[in-house]
């Protein structure tokens, strides 16, 4: 049986290899460093990162700079992700929060973070309807205006970036739950040009960027992933530099899985677009029991399962990595416990299912 009280497990590279390998021994599992043999950095544990990476995939996580400061979690950040998405810092209210006065202060700390533990970086967000700066949502803009207004934020921060981000979350959460266009400030101004103006822009200013759009509730087939569908079909069809599909996927065990979760991610590929699983976590009615621990356990071992069967699904992030700075509760009364990790930094029965679900190598010939 798995348990709870496992250790916060280290990154591979020095440390606790054989701590964590005596507890997922332990824990009944398989235990990765065997699979390394020979080689040498890969003898050691190997972390959700290296694991994901024997697929070609990464695994990452989201942070937050006041998260920062927390040594015991930022040791966990630094090891186990390959790479890293920034929750709050690079969204138009941090990034221009005055007309045309830019602020990377805290994007680049993110950045830093990153760089000095070999991480990328997932850019994360050019434009949204929420957290815009109050000069943006106030203002009463021309259509002209707002349009050199989008152009100039995508251009700057992308330019900023270019080189340290490798993909962007263009836009974010553009439709809704019906498929029909959310009225946010752009669309009710420019109209839903604005989106293929977005990735435009943004590939000019940085041509190797992969451009998504990201969005949540898009997990199953439906009208809001179908709108998606048609959309980027047809900016492929016109030649607009889209190459992304970000599914946040913030789930939830009252709800039921997205039992097409594979089938929708592979109707994406075929459309010749990457996907990425954005913001994962998986929350649940409190009080959190071993019960629901277990189907936690299970649903993001689908998950990982889900996007390992599908060629072009290239990582999963979670949106940050443990409970202690999960935003669910804040925006879910009596709802949590949706990481890996629990809030002491203990890997919980997700985790495990996790490695369990990349554990399984393709063949070498
Ligand atoms: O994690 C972010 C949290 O700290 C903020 O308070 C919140 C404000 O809306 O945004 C959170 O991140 C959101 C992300 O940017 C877009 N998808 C939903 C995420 C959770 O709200």
């Keep these: 049986m798995r348990t709870l009280a496992l250790p916060a497990p280290r990154r591979s590279r020095g440390r606790s290899a054989v701590f964590l ?11 990765a460093p065997a699979a390394h043999a020979g080689d040498g950095r890969k003898a050691e544990a190997a972390t959700l990162h290296d694991l994901a990476e024997d697929h070609g995939r990464y695994f990452g996580s989201a942070t937050d700079n006041p998260e920062l400061t927390d040594t015991p979690y930022t040791e ?111 669309y009710k101004t420019l109209g839903p040009g604005y989106i293929a103006d977005a990735l435009r822009w943004a590939h ?41 599909f970000g599914l946040q996927g913030h789930l939830a065990l009252q709800y039921g899985f997205p039992g097409n979760l594979q089938e929708n991610l592979q109707r994406f590929a075929d459309l010749r677009v990457d996907t990425a ?33 599908v060629k072009r699904c290239v990582g999963i992030t979670v949106w940050d990595y443990t409970d202690r700075y999960s935003w669910i509760p804040a925006f879910f009364e009596g709802e949590g416990a949706a990481l890996p990790w629990d809030e002491n930094l203990k890997a919980k029965p997700a985790y495990f299912a996790i490695r369990d679900a990349l554990g399984v190598r393709p063949k070498k010939t």
């Excluded at 045309?100 to 202060?105: K, R």
């Excluded at 152009?151 to 490798?166: I, L, P, R, S």
């Excluded at 994962?280 to 299970?298: F, G, N, T």
């Design 21 to 31: 390998a005596a507890a997922a021994l332990l824990a009944g599992l398989a235990v």
């Design 76 to 186: 966990l950040l630094g090891e186990e992700f390959g790479t890293i998405t920034p929750g709050n810092s690079m969204k138009w209210d941090a990034t221009e929060p005055q007309r045309g006065v830019f602020d990377f202060t805290k994007g680049d700390e993110v950045v830093d973070f990153a760089r000095a533990h070999r991480q990328r970086v997932r850019g994360h967000t050019l434009l949204w309807h929420s957290q815009l700066p109050g000069w943006l949502t106030s203002g009463t803009w021309s259509a002209d205006e707002l349009r050199a207004i989008l152009k100039n934020h995508v251009q700057t921060v992308v330019k900023h970036y270019k080189g340290k981000v490798f993909a962007w979350d263009v836009a974010n959460e553009i439709m809704n739950e019906d498929g029909t266009y959310r009225e946010n400030l752009f």
């Design 204 to 244: 000019q200013a940085d041509p190797k960027a992969k451009l998504y759009l990201n969005d949540y509730n898009v997990e199953w087939i439906g009208p809001k992933s179908d709108a998606y569908y048609e959309l980027i079909k047809q900016l492929k069809a016109d030649g607009v530099p889209v190459h992304g």
């Design 277 to 309: 699983l954005t913001e994962v976590d998986i929350r649940m009615v409190l009080p959190s029991d071993e019960a629901k621990l277990a189907e936690q356990a299970d649903w993001y071992a689908r998950v990982t399962e889900a996007c390992l069967a």
